[in-house]
Nanobody, 117 residues
Framework: VSVVESGGGLVEPGGSLTLTCKCS????????ASWHRQTPGKERELVAF????????RIVDAVKGRFTISRDNDRDLVSLEMNSLKPEDTAVYYC???????????WGQGTPVTVSS
């Protein structure tokens, strides 16, 4: 199983980035997907979640209205579009997939996002 994030980088406040998570080795549409982030000294926190069929999504309040999660089950991809970025969005962003009918979960290695002028 492979879960690989990409798209992180340095962006100025107010800017945008889109993170992408490419998955392989599992029937992707049988896995819910989520994005999480972590800063040094803090616990990893959920940012956004989307169901396996893509019909339901949830965004945490801290990023609601600025971030959008989506998935393409034909390409085994889940994306996080981030707009109006703030310095407090600086973190390593992780993708996770979780089996819909099991507790199996897989994490990516993370991609760093830095919001700074």
């Amino acid at each position: 199983v492979s879960v690989v994030e990409s798209g992180g980088g340095l962006v100025e406040p107010g800017g945008s980035l889109t993170l992408t998570c490419k998955c392989s080795g599992v029937p992707f549409d049988e896995y819910h997907a989520s994005w999480h982030r972590q800063t040094p000294g803090k616990e990893r926190e959920l940012v956004a979640f989307i169901t396996g069929d893509g019909n339901n999504a949830r965004i945490v309040d801290a990023v609601k209205g600025r971030f959008t999660i989506s998935r393409d089950n034909d390409r085994d991809l889940v994306s996080l579009e981030m707009n109006s970025l703030k310095p407090e969005d600086t973190a390593v962003y992780y993708c996770k997939i979780q089996g819909m009918s099991s507790n199996t979960e897989f994490w990516g290695q993370g991609t760093p996002v830095t919001v700074s002028s």
